[in-house]
C-alpha cells in the first residue's frame, strides 16, 4: 500500500500562498499583455486618395444589365435582335445580354456572342454571361470578349481559385439576386458590384439591400446595381406563346434600368463606371435618374457624386440629392437618406427640378457612407404597362458617398 506524508497546518498555508501568487501574477501578466496589443485593423487615418474624377466630363448613359435571349433555355420568344430593337425604341443607350452559361456548358463564345443578330451600331452591347452555378448565380460584364469557359469550369472551385481566374480575365463579376432562390453563395471580396435591385418587382430585393448594406458598413465599396432579369418576350404570332408570355407585359428590358455616369460612349466607360460606382437605378428608362452630390470644401459647389470617396475635411458636408429627367408635375417625392446602413433622415425633394439637401459631419478616423432611395409617383412605362404595378412608388436610388474607406481594403 502507498502512504502519503501528512501536511501541517503551517505547510498548507504556504503552499495555498504560492499558488495564489502565481494566479496572481498570470492575471497581472494577461492584463499587461492586453494592454500592450495593437490591433493593425483597427481606424487610422489614411494617406491621401485618389483624386475625385470630373463632374462634367462625362455623359449619363443607361442600360440594363440582366438579360436572357433565346440562347437561354428557359427563355422564350426572345431573339438577339428582338432584345436589342426594343433597347433602342425605349432610348437605352447599353445592354448586357446575360444568357445561362450552363445551358451551353459554358461556351458563350459560340452561342450568344456568335449569333449573327448580336450587333448594333448605335447601343453598346457589352460581353457577358450568367455565371449559373450551384452555389448561386453571378453576371459578367466586359468591354471585350474573354475566355468565359474558364470561368464556367472553375464554377465549384473554392473561393481563392475562382478569384484568381477572375482576375486574370480582367472582367467585372458582379453578385446576382444575392437573397434569392438562387442567392449569391461566394465571398463579397471576389465581385465588384451586387445586383440590390433585380426585376420590377422592387418589394422582394428588401434582404439584397441589407446584404449591401452590411458589405458598406463593413468598408467593401460596392457598387449597387440594377438588372430586369427578363427571359421572355413578344410571340411573332399567337400560337407561339406560351404560360410565361404575360410576363412580357410586366417585366421587360429596363425594369429597372441602371445608370451610369461614363467618360465617354465607350464599352470600357460603361464598365469603368459600373466598377466606380457612379451609378444609379431607376425603376424604367423614363423614370427620373437619381443624383447624389456633395460639397466637400463648403465653397458652394457640388464637387463629388456618388461613387466617389474622400477624406473629410472636419467640417459640416452639404449633400444634394435631384431628379433630373421626367418628373411628375407637381408630384410629392419623398427622399430616404441611409447614412451607414441605418436610416438618417426623410427630406422632400421640391422644385421643378426636384430638388433636397441636408448637412452633416462624417467622422475624421473612420469610414462613413450616405445613399439615398427615393419614393413618388410612379413614372409610366407603355412598353411595359404592368410594371408600375410591380414597383409601386418607387422611384429610384443612389450609390452611396463615401468617407474614408480604404482603396486598398
Known amino acids: ?210 446584404i449591401w448594406d452590411d458589405m458598406l458598413s463593413s468598408g467593401r465599396k460596392l457598387t449597387g446595381r440594377g438588372g430586369s432579369d427578363s427571359h421572355h418576350g413578344t410571340p411573332n404570332s399567337p400560337e407561339l406563346a406560351s404560360k410565361n408570355t404575360p410576363q412580357r407585359q410586366a417585366n421587360y428590358v429596363g425594369t429597372p434600368t441602371t445608370w451610369v455616369y461614363a467618360k465617354e460612349r465607350t464599352l470600357q466607360a460603361v464598365v469603368d463606371a459600373l466598377t466606380n460606382g457612379r451609378v444609379a437605378v431607376s425603376a424604367n428608362p423614363y423614370a427620373p435618374r437619381v443624383e447624389f452630390y456633395a460639397d466637400l470644401d463648403g465653397d458652394g459647389k457640388m464637387d463629388m457624386m456618388m461613387g466617389d470617396n474622400a477624406k473629410p475635411t472636419g467640417k459640416p458636408i452639404t449633400f444634394r440629392i435631384q431628379l433630373t429627367g421626367k418628373t411628375v408635375p407637381g408630384g410629392d417625392y419623398t427622399v430616404k437618406v441611409i447614412k451607414n446602413g441605418d436610416p438618417y433622415k426623410t427630406l422632400k425633394a421640391e422644385g421643378t427640378i426636384p430638388t433636397a439637401e441636408f448637412t452633416d459631419t462624417p467622422v475624421q478616423i473612420g469610414r462613413t457612407y450616405y445613399r439615398v432611395e427615393v419614393t413618388g409617383p410612379p413614372t409610366a412605362y407603355p412598353d411595359v404597362p404592368g410594371s408600375m404595378a410591380l414597383s409601386g412608388n418607387m422611384i429610384g436610388l443612389s450609390n452611396p458617398i463615401y468617407f474614408n474607406f480604404d482603396p486598398n481594403f
Not at 70 to 95: E, L, P, T
Not at 169 to 185: E, M, T, V, Y
Request: some cysteine; glycine content about 6%.
Open 1 to 210: 500500500m502507498f502512504s502519503f506524508p501528512v501536511r501541517s497546518p503551517r505547510t498548507l498555508f504556504f503552499q495555498r500562498a504560492l499558488l495564489l501568487l502565481l494566479a496572481v501574477t498570470s492575471i497581472v501578466s494577461v492584463a499587461s499583455g492586453q494592454q500592450d496589443h495593437s490591433n493593425p485593423w483597427a481606424p487610422t487615418e489614411l494617406g491621401p486618395l485618389p483624386p475625385i474624377a470630373s463632374l462634367t466630363d462625362g455623359v449619363w448613359l443607361k442600360g440594363d444589365l440582366h438579360l436572357h435571349s433565346r440562347h437561354s433555355h428557359d427563355s422564350s420568344n426572345n431573339s438577339v435582335a428582338k432584345i436589342i430593337n426594343f433597347s433602342k425604341s425605349v432610348g437605352m443607350d447599353y445592354i448586357c445580354i446575360t444568357d445561362h452559361d450552363n445551358h451551353v456548358l459554358g461556351d458563350v463564345a459560340h452561342n450568344t456572342w456568335a449569333d449573327p443578330e448580336f450587333k448594333s451600331d448605335s447601343l453598346l452591347l457589352l460581353y457577358g454571361a450568367e455565371w449559373t452555378t450551384t452555389r448561386g448565380h453571378g453576371n459578367v460584364f466586359s468591354a471585350r470578349p474573354y475566355d468565359h469557359q474558364r470561368l464556367y469550369d472553375v464554377r465549384d472551385q473554392r473561393d481563392i481559385v475562382i478569384e484568381a481566374v477572375k482576375k486574370e480575365l480582367g472582367i467585372h463579376l458582379s453578385a446576382n439576386h444575392p437573397s434569392g432562390k438562387d442567392h449569391f453563395g461566394f465571398s463579397y471580396d471576389m465581385v465588384d458590384s451586387i445586383e440590390v435591385w433585380n426585376s420590377a418587382i422592387w418589394p422582394k430585393n428588401a434582404n439584397a439591400i441589407m
